[in-house]
């Protein structure tokens, strides 16, 4: 939507994901995204750290589940998503206020790990999914433009600019 704030934090989860169920039945996971700045002192040649934030995040549906099942504490994540501003009445009476970043997109961080991706077909997409779950033999391996067939390319791909 226009005029709405979305960022991108990187930073490691506090806990591990997990999954509940809301009335409605759509599924939902709150994490916590802690975010260190750290900046160099040239002084006294030393990296120093700033304060952390803390990010309170939540994701929604079949995403919130891949989340669960993909993600655990310490894990250095890429989050980019849409903040939104709650204020709520505690118990006592008193006015709170805070800052939640809606995740629109979440991955792991590949600077300092390596990850494996799964494809999970998507449900209620015409013909079952909308991936092409199959790899593709080395031999059958279309040509990349420029006819370089050591580079396969896959028109389904977001990648592929065709």
């Known amino acids: 939507m226009v005029g709405e704030t979305v960022v991108t934090v990187v930073g490691n989860l506090t806990d591990d994901p997990e999954v509940r169920t809301t009335p409605s039945g759509d599924a939902v996971t709150h994490f916590t995204v802690a975010s260190t700045p750290r900046t160099f002192d040239r002084q006294s040649n030393e990296w120093r750290d700033a304060d952390t934030l803390f990010l309170r995040c939540s994701v929604w549906r ?69 991936f092409d779950t199959a790899p593709s033999a080395p031999n059958d391996a279309p040509e990349a433009p420029g006819g370089d067939k050591s580079a396969p390319h896959n028109r389904n791909s977001p990648m592929f600019p065709f």
């Open 62 to 130: 079949q995403m919130a589940e891949h989340v669960a099942q993909s993600l655990a504490r310490g894990t250095r994540v890429i989050v980019q998503g849409r903040l939104h501003q709650r204020t709520y009445e505690t118990k006592e009476g008193e006015k709170r206020t805070v800052i939640e970043l809606e995740a629109l997109e979440i991955g792991p961080s590949l600077r300092y790990a390596a990850a494996t991706v799964s494809k999970i077909p998507r449900v209620g997409a015409p013909g079952g999914t909308l």
